[in-house]
Structures are given as structure tokens and as C-alpha cells.
């Protein structure tokens, strides 16, 4: 029994939401003295690997992502998600990936 494009296309989720700080990238910015960069902040290997392929992968087109994070300093979150290439040798950020953003001060 094969499955077809369309048909393996209707079991995937229409959204996937992932949480940012120690889940997506390293350091947080408690560990940081200076603003991120893609020199100072680096996507975890694993969290870069399912990156790129949401990114790149023809079946997961139309999928949307979303990010959600509580933290002291959400312009740094903001500012990771607009500056962080998903792969360095082009220019898609991951703000341009996501598609709806939930960062919100927490103490």
C-alpha cells in the first residue's frame, strides 16, 4: 500500500508550535552580556535539522509555525527569531518561517 503526496500531506498537523529559549537555541539571554547574533546565539543541532526541513521539504509546504515563549526580555526573542539564519548558507530567518509569534514577559 503506498500513500500518495496528497493523502501523506492530510496526517501531518496544520500547525506545529515550538518554544524558544533551551528548546530551540543556546544561550538564553541571561547567559548573554550583548545582543543576539548569529555569531553569539546557535540553533540546537536537532532543532536546526527539523528546521530545515520544514523549510525545505515539499510535503511540509502550507504548514505553519508558530513559536511561543515566557521571558524576562521578549525583544530578545523577537530579535533571535529575525536575525538566526536556518541555514548559513542562505538568507531564511526563522521569523520569516513563522508564521505567529506568543512572546510575553514572565518573571
Known amino acids: 500500500c503506498s500513500v500518495s503526496l496528497a493523502g501523506a500531506r492530510s496526517m501531518l498537523p496544520k500547525l506545529i508550535v515550538f518554544d524558544l529559549d533551551a528548546c530551540l537555541w543556546s ?3 541571561l547567559d548573554l552580556n550583548e545582543p543576539p547574533n548569529p555569531e553569539t546565539v546557535k540553533f540546537f543541532d536537532g532543532a536546526s ?6 523549510l525545505f521539504d515539499r510535503k511540509f509546504r502550507g504548514l505553519r509555525i508558530a513559536v511561543t515563549s ?4 521578549p525583544w530578545y526573542a523577537h530579535q533571535c527569531l529575525d536575525v538566526l539564519p536556518i541555514d548559513p548558507e542562505r538568507s531564511e530567518t526563522m ?3 513563522v508564521s505567529f509569534r506568543e512572546l510575553h514577559r514572565s518573571e
Open 95 to 97: 521569523g520569516q518561517l
Open 49 to 54: 535539522r527539523v528546521l530545515k526541513r520544514l
Open 27 to 29: 544561550p538564553e539571554k
Open 70 to 73: 515566557g521571558t524576562r526580555e
